[in-house]
């Protein structure tokens, strides 16, 4: 059960000793206190979900002195916790996390086909969701030595990413807001104005996104929008170093994943059983 938000309702510069001065407390190198304070709960990952002092300072970027004061406030808040070892998250944005009930019933039944999908591919294996402009990373499951710059929980722009692309296709109103805003080139060969709507809508008639190293230097990736008409509810892809891609292969194992998760989210017999 999640907790009455009033009751833990605790101003961050009321707990954790004095308050900062009115400079600190607006801005930290150009961050705001909410900036701040995503920075330091971005530090934590699942590789490294206990962090010293020094480590937090060292990934929020911020000062020692800053994060450790801002650590012991989220900490009254049970937004972390402290052992012996240093901090690590609190069980109170695991009842926030409660909220999440729709990825999960997306990410829930989706598991074992990123599973299945790694094994036939031998490459990793990423769920997303469309929020905005920006792919969030619901699950990922990664093989061999590969590593990848994203992570579960982790945002990216979607014009430069297969699962971006695979959802964009299929939304309108998601697709004329990326194409009036900027679209900065992250790799030379990021796909922007008008290219990126051609590949729209080669997305839209194939069923099959691409990302040939748009976001990364060396990845390469193939998308499909997880969807029975309509928007996407979701995307699968399979991604690894761009020499170990088989585009047409995979594209046919994304397409079958992305089917499969779909009638495991929706059971075609459901819609015949009594309510």
Same mark, same amino acid.
């Not at 905005?132 to 979607?158: H, N, S």
């Not at 959802?167 to 900027?182: E, G, S």
């Given at each position: 059960?999640?907790? *009455?938000?009033?009751?833990?309702?605790?101003?961050?510069?009321?707990?954790?000793?004095?308050?900062?001065?009115?400079? @600190?407390?607006?801005?930290?190198?150009?961050?705001?206190?909410?900036?701040?304070?995503?920075?330091?709960?971005?530090?934590?990952?699942?590789?490294?979900?206990?962090?010293?002092?020094?480590?937090?300072?060292?990934? %929020?970027?911020?000062?020692? %002195?800053?994060?450790?004061?801002?650590?012991?406030?989220?900490?009254?808040?049970?937004?972390?916790?402290?052992?012996?070892?240093?901090?690590?998250?609190?069980?109170?944005?695991?009842?926030?996390?409660?909220?999440?009930?729709?990825?999960?019933?997306?990410? @829930?039944?989706?598991?074992?086909? /990123?599973?299945?999908?790694?094994?036939?591919?031998?490459?990793?294996?990423?769920?997303?969701?469309?929020?905005?402009?920006?792919?969030?990373?619901?699950?990922?499951?990664?093989?061999?030595?590969?590593?990848?710059?994203?992570?579960?929980?982790?945002?990216?722009?979607?014009?430069?990413?297969?699962?971006?692309?695979?959802?964009?296709?299929?939304?309108?109103?998601?697709?004329?807001?990326?194409?009036?805003?900027?679209?900065?080139?992250?790799?030379? *060969?990021?796909?922007?104005?008008?290219?990126?709507?051609?590949?729209?809508?080669?997305?839209?008639?194939?069923?099959?996104?691409?990302?040939?190293?748009?976001?990364?230097?060396? /990845?390469?990736?193939?998308?499909?929008?997880?969807?029975? %008409?309509?928007?996407?509810?979701?995307?699968?892809?399979?991604?690894?170093?761009?020499?170990?891609?088989?585009?047409?292969? /995979?594209?046919?194992?994304?397409?079958?994943?992305?089917?499969?998760?779909?009638?495991?989210?929706?059971?075609?017999?459901?819609?015949?059983?009594? *309510?």
């Amino acid at each position: 059960m999640v907790t *009455n938000v009033r009751s833990r309702s605790v101003s961050l510069d009321s707990v954790g000793g004095p308050s900062p001065d009115a400079g @600190d407390e607006a801005v930290d190198g150009g961050r705001s206190l909410v900036g701040r304070i995503a920075a330091i709960m971005d530090s934590f990952d699942q590789d490294d979900p206990v962090l010293s002092l020094v480590e937090l300072s060292r990934r %929020s970027g911020l000062p020692k %002195s800053t994060a450790h004061r801002l650590a012991e406030q989220l900490r009254s808040m049970g937004w972390l916790e402290r052992c012996h070892s240093g901090y690590r998250v609190g069980m109170r944005l695991f009842e926030l996390g409660g909220l999440a009930a729709k990825q999960a019933q997306l990410r @829930d039944p989706a598991v074992p086909h /990123l599973h299945a999908l790694a094994g036939q591919a031998g490459l990793a294996v990423q769920l997303g969701v469309l929020d905005g402009d920006e792919v969030v990373y619901l699950e990922r499951v990664v093989v061999g030595d590969v590593r990848l710059p994203t992570r579960q929980g982790g945002r990216m722009p979607a014009y430069c990413t297969g699962l971006g692309k695979a959802m964009l296709a299929f939304d309108d109103n998601a697709t004329q807001h990326v194409l009036d805003a900027d679209l900065p080139a992250r790799t030379s *060969n990021t796909l922007t104005r008008p290219k990126l709507a051609d590949d729209l809508q080669r997305v839209r008639a194939t069923g099959v996104a691409f990302d040939r190293q748009e976001a990364y230097d060396g /990845l390469g990736c193939v998308a499909a929008p997880i969807r029975n %008409s309509g928007r996407a509810i979701g995307a699968v892809s399979v991604t690894g170093p761009i020499g170990q891609i088989d585009w047409d292969a /995979l594209s046919t194992m994304v397409r079958n994943t992305a089917t499969s998760i779909w009638n495991a989210r929706f059971p075609p017999s459901s819609a015949h059983g009594s *309510n």
